[in-house]
């Protein structure tokens, strides 16, 4: 699931879209979709999913206390210690 604000709705189908078109030959990413929700609604999602990869520190947060591996993206460095979950 690839989770958007509503003001970025537009760019994540457009992303899904891409690698819709580009996967010939993997069916795995045609399984990607766009989602949008309440908190609540994302928070189970996070809770079961065997993955969770975001550039949004509150996904990871929530991720870590479901003890969920995480892939975060951090624009610089010296912030991954400053907003790494406490469980890392």
């Known amino acids: 699931f690839l989770i958007s604000s509503p003001r970025d709705y537009n760019i994540s ?3 899904v879209n891409n690698f ?3 996967s010939i030959s993997n069916n795995n990413l045609s399984r990607i979709h766009t989602f949008q929700s309440d908190f ?9 999913s065997s993955l969770v990869i975001s550039p949004d ?7 870590s206390i479901f003890d969920k591996p995480t892939l975060g993206f951090y624009v610089d460095k010296h912030k ?9």
């Open 13 to 15: 189908n457009e992303i």
């Open 20 to 22: 819709k078109s580009n």
């Open 40 to 48: 609540t609604t994302i928070i189970q999602l996070i809770e079961h």
């Open 57 to 63: 520190t509150s996904i990871i947060h929530i991720a």
């Open 80 to 88: 991954i210690i400053e907003w790494q979950p406490y469980k890392t």
